[in-house]
């Protein structure tokens, strides 16, 4: 989690806790929306992998595999917007709900204070938990998974657009638990929540 101390990026790294026990619902189709702050494509925008068409999880394990491999593929494309924050990227085919509500915002907030990011945020997963999603009121089996790990921004440098760093805090690797799940809608795994406790906590 980067927390920039002299902007007002006060919870630019990750803000909302999931309620513990609640099943997340998924919204049945993603709204496609336009990317971040510009109407017109980046050229330099740096393609990001989108996830797998798989069909339902059939055991824990299965969707713990596929929420480890769409974790990945989210920290690249986290890294991507923070390169370019201006820039046009498609957050819906991989993060969706709350996540990619706050990935907009902090775009927009990065955006706007001229600030972008080199480097890549990194997770490293510890533990995984799968448990039902409900969509559309039908249950899916091991359709949510909270993953357990370590959140690495240890590699990202933040930078003002005059190339000088921007300060941040001295914690770079936080203990992390983002929420993924299913959405049968597209056949692929998105992040659904990315929660962190009010005091981070070193890993």
């Not at 068409?53 to 055991?59: A, K």
């Not at 999603?133 to 370590?150: E, R």
């Not at 690797?173 to 998105?190: E, G, N």
Request: hydrophobic content about 35%; overall charge negative; some cysteine.
């Amino acid at each position: 989690m980067t927390i920039l101390r002299p902007t007002t990026l006060a919870a630019l790294g990750l803000s909302v806790v999931l309620l513990a026990g609640c099943a997340p619902t998924v919204p049945p189709t993603p709204d496609p929306s336009p990317s971040v702050n510009t109407p017109s494509p980046s050229p330099s925008a740096t393609p990001i992998a989108t996830p797998d068409t798989v069909g339902p999880p059939s055991t824990a394990d299965d969707a713990i595999a596929h929420a480890v491999d769409t974790i990945g593929r989210y920290m690249q494309l986290r890294s991507a917007v923070y390169a370019d924050p201006s820039g046009q990227h498609d957050l819906a085919a991989l993060v969706g709900g709350a996540a990619e509500s706050r990935l907009r915002d902090e775009a927009s907030q990065l955006a706007a204070q001229g600030i972008h990011a080199e480097g890549q945020f990194r997770f490293e997963t510890s533990s995984g938990q799968a448990s039902e999603a409900v969509v559309d009121g039908a249950s899916i089996p091991f359709g949510t998974v909270t993953l357990g790990g370590c959140y690495d921004s240890s590699q990202v440098e933040l930078l003002y657009a005059d190339g000088g760093p921007v300060p941040v805090a001295d914690v770079r690797r936080v203990r992390f638990q983002p929420v993924l799940v299913y959405r049968p809608t597209t056949q692929s795994w998105i992040v659904f929540d990315t929660p962190s406790p009010a005091e981070p906590e070193p890993c």
